[in-house]
């Protein structure tokens, strides 16, 4: 299947399906492992990352973070501005691809708890020692996302482009390799919550869902890519 069929869509997606499974499934216990699958994701995510800056030679800090992220979006699904660059970074989304896609589906409910806890825990798997503010959500009925990168004051912008454009797609990962991690961090976390049997019950509960909306050959081509190990990274 074409890796690049896969975008913003597909990722919120399968999120908000394993989150509505769990809830449907287990209730209150079911979202809070749900939860706890989000953290893990981010933190992992966060970990790859500060693993490429280090290799690279860059220190730990909140530019490295912003510098070193993992997804582009290249389709434009999403929409933000600077609202401050001193002194302390500040970037608002007015419109996020994940919460259009929640709302298109009718998912909304089940996927705003992800703007709770990625972000932060990103930045947790990147240095624990870093701070990001998070001070009002879209999903959850903000005007903006507005994102507080704190330690970080954007002094020099030709500097900063000129390393972003030195790193190019080095660390960019297709929205597939997303959607496989995702789906492997969840049923990590919630089994270690909940039992294998039962995040096995939601996965499968989840995929069955996806193929409904996407297609077999999407739901398959998730499965296959969530076997792998998601915690190394070549680069």
Sequence with gaps: MDRNLFDIPHHANIFALIYK??????GGKGAAAAD???????????????????????????????LYGE?????G???SYVSATQPVYCTNSTVCGWCEAWKSAGLLEYGKNYCTYVDKNLVKGFNPQLKLDINSVLSQGGE??????????????????????????????????HTGHLLSAMKQAIAGELGNERAEKIAAKA??????????????AVLEESTQDFTVVEY
């Design 144 to 177: 903006t996302c507005a994102f507080q990168w704190n330690g970080f004051a954007l002094t020099d912008p030709d500097d900063y482009n000129a390393k972003k454009a030195a790193l190019g797609d080095k660390t960019i990962k297709d929205f597939l390799y």
């Design 207 to 220: 995929m069955a869902d996806y193929a409904d909306m996407y297609g077999a050959d999407f739901a398959q």
């Design 77 to 79: 699904h999403s929409k």
């Design 21 to 26: 499974a769990a809830v449907d499934f287990y």
């Design 36 to 66: 706890e699958g989000t953290k893990l994701y981010g933190q992992q995510r966060g970990s790859r990352m500060a693993q490429r800056a280090v290799k690279d030679g860059a220190p730990l800090t909140m530019e490295s973070y912003l």
């Design 71 to 75: 997804w582009a979006d290249k389709n």
